[in-house]
């Protein structure tokens, strides 16, 4: 029993993990999103807390690295230079254990704060603030199974249009650049 402990130990600090980082792209939120810039940054700030304070709370664990992935995605979809998503991602991509972190919510509150902005994002109407809400609403659920209103509305979205497809945040291909984009040119050759 000592042995797996110290093994435990060794491996966490020497990063004995496998950190696949999220892919982003261009990410799958334009201005067209009905979410004010500072609102967006401070909920991918949020979501990036909870990651961190997950993988810092459970060691790395493969379920807490694979649940981590999908916030820490997203929150680079809404935030593409967050601070606290990006500075995770580098840490765990080069082996290291974030230090878990001051969050300003407890995981219930988040998921109530999560809940109400996807049912005002479902009012708003648009392509991008209906897939954030069916994201949102899924996301409330996990964090806090206790909240009915969260629990029930994911299982309606569940039923009617399947579970979020989480690859379509975490594993996006960036777009080849034009070959003229690259060089600087306008386009045109001789």
Excluded at 54 to 71: G, Q
Excluded at 100 to 112: G, N
Excluded at 116 to 129: H, I, S, V
Excluded at 144 to 164: F, I, K, S, T, W
């Amino acid at each position: 029993m000592v042995l797996g402990i110290a093994f435990a130990a060794a491996q966490e600090k020497s990063g004995n993990f496998a950190w696949k980082a999220p892919e982003v792209g261009a990410g799958a939120f334009t201005d067209a999103l009905g979410m004010l810039d500072r609102e967006r940054e401070e909920y991918a700030t949020n979501l990036a807390t909870y990651a961190v304070n997950l993988i810092a709370r459970e060691r790395a664990s493969a379920a807490s690295l694979d649940e981590a992935r999908r916030y820490l995605a997203l929150s680079l979809h809404l935030a593409p230079r967050n601070r606290r998503a990006i500075v995770a991602n580098f840490q765990l991509s080069k082996g290291m254990v974030p230090e878990a972190v001051e969050s300003d919510y407890s995981p219930e509150v988040l998921a109530r704060l999560l809940f109400t902005r996807a049912q005002m994002l479902k009012q708003q109407g648009g392509g991008e603030d209906q897939l954030l809400a069916r994201v949102f609403i899924e996301l409330s659920a996990a964090l806090d199974p206790r909240n009915e209103d969260a629990v029930y509305a994911a299982e309606v979205q569940r039923l009617d249009h399947g579970r979020v497809n989480w690859s379509d945040f975490t594993d996006v291909k960036r777009e080849p650049r034009e070959a003229a984009h690259e060089d600087g040119d306008s386009g045109s050759r001789p």
